[in-house]
């Protein structure tokens, strides 16, 4: 978990020419703090714990202001075709 962090830290660094330190990133990034909560939702949720699942969502959103959503299996098994046969 912690492993999966310090990527996401670090992809910032590599994509944001702006961030100057691990304090600011960990601070001030709301897309970083959407994408953490959005996969501490996921996990509540394929745990079956989907109102505390929705719960962090809605959280997430209302702090963030960024939304994610889940992408439909038949988009994902479109885009796949799409990739093998581009």
């Excluded at 660094?13 to 996921?42: I, K, Q």
Aim: glycine share 4%.
């Amino acid at each position: 978990m912690f492993e999966r962090m310090k990527e996401d830290i670090a992809s910032v660094f590599h994509r944001d020419p702006a961030a100057r330190n691990t304090l600011e990133v960990l601070t001030c990034y709301p897309g970083l703090h959407a994408v953490w909560m959005h996969r501490l939702s996921h996990g509540l949720w394929v745990r079956n714990a989907f109102l505390l699942a929705r719960m962090v969502s809605h959280l997430a959103r209302w702090l963030t202001g960024i939304e994610i959503h889940r992408v439909p299996s038949w988009v994902a098994a479109f885009l796949s075709t799409m990739v093998l046969v581009w």
